[in-house]
């Protein structure tokens, strides 16, 4: 079992192992008919094919019935490979992308689908605003959040309490990917979670309520989207012109105009101040400044005292991309630009 990577994978070893218990008279002929008869006799093997199932099946309903029934991990198991205690490996390739709470929650990561028709139409969020699951959830599946209370979750998940920012991109996402050390999320207890996009299953009432990005329908959230992401964009643009401007005056202030729409442009001249090389930042899209030249030190030779200034990493970036530069290493005396190289 666990040489395996998919759960799928994991069926055919399981009806093997388990064939000399399921012979004779009566025998159960199915996994599910298995898992219901280990229940009673063995919680480790109930527990393996519990998940199991659940990983490879469709029906949130029916994750829920089954870890429903699965006792309470009375300790956590470490999953490290080399390990040899029988009793500390049993679990290890069963609880792949399943993660135990001690206060009973389970969290079942990367669903690769679920039957949700019944329920509501998750997959057209999905597959109409791939740019909510890939920007915030770097392709992450589906999770299934269990509650023994009964209120599950079915969806896209972040921790409660943290923001959705302004152009709708959570603060953070969950949930990490298990440790080998499946004992580390006992201490997790605390972490709340909550839905961005996905589904409220409450099975007490019967009660299955979307919520996409704190909006009721898939129409509502993609127009909030574009709205917001407009809105950011020209916030954006709007603090960037004030930089930009700000920039540019007080450098033609202190050092010319000459000075500035020559560094403007990544240039140099004999006779530039050196203050412009390092005061002067490029303006990144993430709002980040880049100094286009560093100081590298000093040096003397016969007529004098020199100061030497290399293009910084932007450059580099620009050399790898194709752009050739006129020069690696610029010359600096007496706070001016004598040459370069």
């Given at each position: 079992?666990i040489?395996?990577?998919?759960p799928?994978?994991?069926?055919p ?5 388990l ?5 004779g008279p009566?025998?159960r002929?199915t996994?599910?008919e298995?898992f219901q008869?280990?229940?009673g ?8 094919i519990?998940y199991?199932?659940c990983?490879?099946g469709r029906?949130?309903?029916?994750w829920?019935e089954?870890?429903?029934?699965l ?9 490290d ?6 009793e500390?490996?049993?679990y ?5 992308d399943v993660i135990l709470?001690?206060?009973?929650r ?5 669903i690769p689908?679920a039957?949700?028709?019944n329920?509501d139409?998750?997959?057209s ?6 740019e909510?699951?890939?920007?915030f959830?770097n392709?992450n599946k589906q999770a ?5 209370s ?19 991109r959570?603060?953070c996402?969950?949930f990490?990917r298990?440790?080998?050390d499946?004992?580390l999320y ?5 972490l709340q979670?909550e839905?961005?996009?996905g ?13 996409y ?9 993609i127009k909030?989207?574009?709205?917001k992401?407009a809105e ?6 709007d603090?960037?012109?004030?930089i930009l401007q ?9 050092y010319?105009e ?10 140099i ?6 203050g412009?090389?390092?005061e002067y930042?490029?303006?990144?899209t993430?709002?980040?400044a880049?100094?286009?030249f560093?100081?590298k030190?000093?040096?003397r ?9 290399e293009p910084?990493?932007?450059f580099?970036?620009f050399r790898?991309l194709?752009?050739?530069?006129d ?6 005396r ?7 190289r």
């Amino acid at each position: 079992m666990i040489s395996l990577s998919h759960p799928e994978q994991f069926v055919p070893q399981i009806k093997k192992e388990l064939t000399p218990y399921l012979n004779g008279p009566g025998s159960r002929k199915t996994i599910k008919e298995a898992f219901q008869y280990f229940l009673g006799k063995n919680d480790k093997i109930a527990t393996c094919i519990g998940y199991l199932l659940c990983q490879s099946g469709r029906d949130p309903k029916e994750w829920y019935e089954i870890i429903k029934q699965l006792p309470a991990p009375k300790k956590f198991y470490y999953q490290d490979e080399d390990c040899q205690d029988d009793e500390e490996t049993i679990y290890r390739g069963c609880l792949h992308d399943v993660i135990l709470f001690s206060d009973g929650r389970v969290a079942i990561l990367n669903i690769p689908e679920a039957d949700i028709d019944n329920y509501d139409n998750l997959a057209s969020l999905t597959s109409r605003m791939p740019e909510f699951v890939n920007d915030f959830y770097n392709n992450n599946k589906q999770a299934f959040l269990y509650d023994p209370s009964g209120k599950c979750m079915f969806g896209y998940f972040k921790e409660k309490g943290t923001e959705i920012y302004a152009n709708m991109r959570p603060d953070c996402s969950v949930f990490e990917r298990p440790a080998r050390d499946n004992r580390l999320y006992q201490y997790k207890d605390h972490l709340q979670y909550e839905l961005v996009a996905g589904i409220n299953l409450d099975f007490n009432t019967g009660v299955f309520k979307p919520t996409y990005y704190g909006y009721d329908t898939p129409d509502e959230a993609i127009k909030a989207k574009g709205q917001k992401k407009a809105e950011a964009i020209k916030k954006y643009n709007d603090t960037l012109t004030k930089i930009l401007q700000a920039q540019k005056t007080a450098l033609i202030k202190k050092y010319g105009e000459k000075a500035y729409n020559y560094i403007k442009q990544g240039k140099i001249y004999v006779g530039m101040p050196a203050g412009i090389l390092t005061e002067y930042k490029e303006i990144q899209t993430d709002g980040t400044a880049v100094q286009l030249f560093s100081f590298k030190g000093t040096f003397r030779n016969n007529a004098g005292v020199y100061s030497l200034y290399e293009p910084s990493g932007i450059f580099q970036l620009f050399r790898e991309l194709g752009v050739k530069l006129d020069y690696n290493k610029i010359y600096v005396r007496n706070r001016k630009v004598t040459g370069w190289r």
